[in-house]
């Protein structure tokens, strides 16, 4: 580590510099799958000026120092609830934004299922005007793809495209005919934006809280079957054989569908698709206390499960990984299992998940899995974000990938803690987030 | 082993053998008080429980009510019905509550499998399981063995069979976990449609046919057909189930004479058991009622400090001291 010189201030304080230098740092750039150590980043106008290796020589800009941390693109999740409007006691888009940027994000594709539905353009203006305001991460609105997200109606795409949507979904609940699934993709081709499914056949699910296996057998409770998604998954595929339009599947959970997928792909169909952290870090037998931190859905599967997943990630069937970040206030989780609602935040913990549960085991290399939450995510959503180029977006995350954390409970941005990572140590900590130029966890302590 | 080393009775699964052996012993030591002509002894006075009913019951909730006045405990009932559940209270703030009117153990009978564990995990109060979900039902467990063990003895390789709705019976759970820790052969049999995924990694063997499965039996308990339980169909009609799996005159033809015949309660007489066979002298129903209560007076004078608390109440002078080993596990 280069000892650290007069002239070079924390990053950490930080305050309005528009033109800057951050020295000392190791450039991680997932696109071109490259590490360069002992590089230099310079900021300008919100943007990234140049990247070079050695000592910065510029003399008209401030120079931060990076303390020899990595630095990345900002992080990229395209899949989280930010709960408004309507949930405010969950979370709100400033806390949620607030979250995303501790954690190392700095774009944030939100779901549309707030109260109301986001199915019309003013939902849309409005969560775009408030993230705004925030000013912390960037969101990108995920609109319903039915009205109300109830499956029956197609809602105008055509004015939430104009609004800022970047996708249509109903998640949380699947698209429930296949001929709306059809019409659904059919009308999207027309706006370039792909479809996100839930894919789940409620008929399968049935009144399931947990996985079906041995353990929810143990446990007398209700399970949910690994079919339950890939037939929905499955009728998915078969759709999108007529109908070539960019598909994406949500939070996949299980071997079944990895390889749906995989064949899927190897077929040329337009299908993307992610998993989560918790669907990595567990497995159903995890599930032995009754944790409601744990409830999830779909729900954390079994063993093979979770290692299907992680070789898909490495081989590229799985696209990217998403936080499904789901707020739910204390109460709402201190019930009885069957009683308590599905999810679990996320933005805070996933980077580490993913340092921990895929870089420190071996399976993937630094860039490899951090393009799983920067550039390959973008892509699927179209967003201008996940690189490290001189005249990208200066997005950036620094992290320390080395340092050790223990998981508070209290420790938390987001309005929730409701996060089964509570306790465990993980590796890989995110000390600075960047957001067009301006270093926002500088200001988080003063919000 | 003579006293018991945890705060909750919450499930017969993860049970050392020795400390099922030591609920059996006591459970035998109490059964005689309830054949005094005074059914009472002073074990638990000064003891408050909570019997905290959130689903309907005869026997289970009797049994426990008569175990705690036949050991001088006070006990006050709540059903979900009377309670403030009603007007939306939640489970947290309903036991919390109970346990700021300083009273030591709840029994609680819930729906929801993990309901007694998300109150043991919340109460510095005792709690005993009496019925979650479709998870477990320890004191009918040990019931059961109980009455087993009376009648056969030793119970390591001997044959007991459960038949019935196997995935919605937190009965059959709780038997099959402390069957198989004692040594017990035991055998599954249902239609496939009440058989849980994996059910078999527990240690038992499943039987589809009836008859082969009574065969050599040393004992067979009948599972209740639970038509509250049952979202989905699970089987056509009673009367093709009650054909197919339910135990007759003909069955006992292909079973041990000896052959025990076992039911929690309550009965659905015609369908999982015949009238003649439930009324037979193979059938020890009633038994096991009878030793319900006996079990129930065993489980909470163990949770309750047990033998630390006889040493109490011998000595007077000496001030309570909390028992010890009351950590949670």
Not at chain 2, 106 to 131: C, T, W
Request: net charge negative.
């Amino acid at each position: 580590m280069t000892p650290r010189k007069e002239s070079m201030k924390d990053l950490a304080s930080w305050e309005n510099e528009k033109d800057y230098v951050i020295a000392n740092v190791t450039v991680v750039d997932p696109s071109n799958n490259r590490i360069h150590d002992g590089y230099h980043v310079g900021i300008k106008e919100g943007r990234i000026a140049f990247v070079e290796p050695g000592k910065p020589q510029v003399a008209s800009m401030s120079v931060f120092d990076g303390g020899g941390l990595h630095i990345a693109p900002g992080f990229v999740d395209i899949h989280v609830h930010l709960r408004e409007p309507g949930q405010e006691y969950k979370e709100t888009i400033l806390t949620g934004t607030r979250a995303a940027v501790a954690g190392g994000f700095t774009s944030v594709a939100c779901m549309p299922n707030t109260d109301p539905v986001a199915d019309e353009n003013s939902i849309v203006e409005f969560i775009i005007k408030k993230a705004k305001i925030a000013g912390f991460a960037k969101v990108y609105p995920i609109a319903a793809a039915t009205v109300g997200s109830k499956g029956e109606k197609l809602t105008e795409f055509a004015s939430l495209v104009e609004a800022g949507a970047v996708a249509v979904s109903d998640d949380g609940h699947p698209v429930a005919s296949a001929q709306m699934v059809r019409r659904v993709l059919e009308y999207a081709s027309n706006y370039n934006i792909p479809f996100i499914e839930h894919c789940e056949d409620m008929s399968a699910s049935a009144n399931g809280v947990m996985n079906e296996g041995f353990t929810s057998t143990r446990l007398g409770l209700t399970g949910i079957p690994g079919y339950s998604e890939q037939i929905c998954l499955a009728r998915d595929l078969l759709v999108l054989q007529s109908v070539e339009v960019p598909f994406h599947a949500a939070h996949m959970s299980t071997k079944g569908s990895v390889e749906l997928i995989r064949e899927a792909k190897r077929r040329g169909l337009p299908v993307t698709a992610e998993t989560a952290p918790h669907y990595l870090a567990f497995d159903d037998t995890d599930l032995g206390t009754y944790d409601t931190n744990l409830k999830i859905n779909p729900p954390i599967r079994g063993v093979e499960d979770r290692e299907a997943l992680i070789e898909g990630l490495i081989d590229g069937t799985i696209d990217c990984i998403v936080s499904d970040h789901a707020p739910h206030a204390a109460h709402e989780k201190q019930v009885e299992f069957e009683n308590a609602p599905n999810g679990a935040i996320g933005l805070e913990t996933t980077f580490s998940v993913v340092m921990t549960h895929l870089v420190k085991p071996g399976h993937m290399a630094i860039a490899d899995a951090l393009s799983l939450i920067t550039n390959k995510p973008a892509k699927v959503l179209n967003l201008p974000a996940g690189g490290i180029q001189p005249g990208d977006a200066a997005d950036l995350t620094l992290f320390d990938p080395k340092e050790e954390w223990v998981v508070g409970k209290d420790d938390f941005h987001s309005k929730s803690h409701n996060s089964p990572f509570i306790g465990q140590t993980l590796n890989g900590r995110v000390k600075h987030t960047i957001v067009d130029g301006s270093v926002v966890t500088a200001t988080l302590m003063h919000v | 082993m003579t006293e018991l080393d945890r705060k909750d009775l919450l499930g017969l699964e993860g049970m050392s053998a020795e400390e099922i052996e030591l609920f059996l012993d006591t459970t035998a030591s109490f059964k005689e008080i309830s054949e005094r002509t005074v059914k009472k002894v002073p074990a638990l006075r000064g003891k408050t429980i909570v019997n905290l009913f959130f689903e309907p019951s005869t026997r289970t909730r009797a049994s426990f009510e008569l175990a705690e006045k036949r050991l001088s405990a006070d006990a006050v009932n709540i059903s979900k019905s009377t309670s403030s559940v009603v007007k939306g209270e939640s489970l947290r703030d309903t036991a919390e509550n109970l346990q700021a009117m300083k009273i030591d153990v709840i029994v609680i009978r819930h729906a929801a499998s993990g309901a007694p564990h998300f109150l043991a995990s919340l109460l510095d109060a005792s709690v005993v399981n009496a019925g979650d979900g479709a998870h477990e039902h320890p004191t009918q467990g040990l019931l059961d063995i109980f009455t087993l063990r009376e009648n056969l003895g030793d119970l390591s390789g001997r044959k007991i069979v459960i038949v019935g709705d196997i995935a919605h019976s937190r009965v059959a759970r709780s038997n099959i976990f402390g069957l198989v820790t004692l040594g017990a052969d035991v055998t599954v049999c249902g239609p496939p449609t009440m058989m849980p995924v994996g059910i078999e990694k527990l240690g038992v063997t499943i039987e589809r046919n009836l008859l082969r499965a009574v065969e050599d039996a040393d004992a067979v308990n009948l599972m209740r057909i639970q038509l509250e339980r049952q979202k989905v169909s699970l089987f056509p009609t009673l009367a093709e189930y009650a054909s197919v799996y339910g135990m007759n005159r003909e069955t006992l033809r292909h079973m041990k004479p000896e052959c025990l015949v076992m039911h929690p309660g309550p009965m659905n007489r015609g369908v999982e058991i015949s009238q003649e066979v439930a009324d037979s002298d193979r059938a020890v129903i009633l038994e096991q009622v009878t030793n319900g209560v006996a079990v129930r007076m065993a489980t909470l004078y163990l949770i309750c400090g047990g033998a630390q608390r006889e040493k109490v109440l011998t000595d007077e002078e000496e001030v309570e001291a909390p028992p010890a080993n009351r950590e949670a596990v």
